[in-house]
């Protein structure tokens, strides 16, 4: 069964940084593109980050480049966001997801403010 299990939000000043961390279970992970998404409050899903199978290649939403970076362990079957400079608009519901499934985790919830 495919799961993801995302941890490591909370509560952050502005200006203030998390890691965010994704295991995956139940696919071969090595194999498969990951993407880290965000729901915040009255607001539709959107995709943040993605990362290629092999770490190569990444890319963002305009909102978060420069100051967020998707990263992958492929040993160890986790993806990782890195959140740097941290504003009260990040706050949200943070997932994480294969694409090629339409399964979904229950998200780590990440809140911004002073």
């Known amino acids: 069964q495919v799961q993801f299990v995302e941890s490591g939000g909370g509560f952050v000043q502005p200006g203030g940084s998390l890691r965010l961390s994704c295991i995956a279970s139940g696919f071969t992970f090595s194999m498969y593109a990951m993407r880290w998404y965000r729901q915040a409050p009255g607001k539709e899903r959107e995709l943040v980050a993605g990362i290629s199978n092999t770490g190569s290649s990444t890319n963002y939403v305009d909102s978060v480049k420069g100051r967020f970076t998707i990263s992958r362990d492929n040993a160890e079957n986790t993806v990782y966001l890195q959140m740097n400079s941290l504003k009260p608009e990040d706050t949200a519901v943070y997932y994480c997801?294969?694409?090629?499934?339409?399964?979904w985790g229950q998200g780590t919830q990440v809140t911004v403010s002073s």
């Open positions: 997801k294969a694409p090629a499934y339409v399964f």
